[in-house]
C-alpha cells in the first residue's frame, strides 16, 4: 500500500503532516493561554487542559457555611412574631427553594429548640 505512492504525493503528505504539527502546537499555546486567563500561575502546574464534567459544580458559586439556613430560618421567625410564617412566605423572603426549607424542617427543624408547627406548611419560633 505505502510501496505504490508517487513521490509527489508523499510530498504533499509531509507538507500537511508538518501543517498538522504546526496547528496542534498552536491549540496547545491556546489551551495555555486560556488556562493562565482563568487562574493566574498555573500554567506551569498543567501542562495539558482539563475539563469538568457536565455535571460539576458551576463557577461563581460558593457553598453556604454550615449552619447558615438554620440562622436564617430562625432570623425570619424571630422577625414573623406569633403569627408564623409559612414556608412559601420564608422561600421568597430567604430566596432558599421551598424544597430545601421543606426538608431543613423535616429534619433539622424537629430537633431545633423552639421551632413549632402551627398550622399547615407554617412555623413559629417559641421563645
Same mark, same amino acid.
Given at each position: 500500500?505505502? $510501496?505504490?505512492? &508517487? &513521490?509527489? *504525493? $508523499? =510530498?504533499? /503528505?509531509?507538507? $500537511?503532516?508538518?501543517?498538522?504539527? #504546526? ?26 487542559v482539563? %475539563?469538568?464534567?457536565?455535571?460539576g459544580?458551576? *463557577?461563581?458559586? %460558593?457553598?453556604?457555611? =454550615? ?7 430562625? @432570623?425570619?421567625? =424571630? ?5 408564623? /410564617? *409559612?414556608?412559601?412566605?420564608? &422561600? #421568597? ?11 431543613? %424542617?423535616? @429534619?433539622?427543624? =424537629?430537633?431545633?429548640?423552639?421551632v ?8 413559629? $419560633?417559641? *421563645?
Open positions: 500500500m505505502l $510501496l505504490d505512492i &508517487s &513521490s509527489a *504525493t $508523499l =510530498r504533499k /503528505m509531509v507538507k $500537511l503532516s508538518e501543517r498538522k504539527e #504546526a496547528l496542534m502546537s498552536q491549540i496547545q499555546e491556546l489551551d495555555r493561554q486560556m488556562i493562565a486567563l482563568q487562574e493566574p500561575g498555573s500554567v506551569e502546574s498543567r501542562p495539558s482539563h %475539563f469538568q464534567r457536565a455535571g459544580m458551576k *463557577t461563581g458559586k %460558593f457553598r453556604t457555611q =454550615r449552619g447558615a439556613l438554620k440562622e436564617k430560618i430562625v @432570623g425570619a421567625l =424571630r422577625a414573623a412574631g406569633a403569627r408564623g /410564617m *409559612t414556608i412559601r412566605e420564608m &422561600s #421568597a423572603k430567604l430566596k432558599v427553594k421551598p424544597a430545601n426549607l421543606y426538608v431543613w %424542617f423535616n @429534619g433539622t427543624g =424537629r430537633k431545633t429548640k423552639g413549632k408547627k402551627i398550622g399547615p406548611a407554617k412555623y413559629q $419560633l417559641k *421563645t
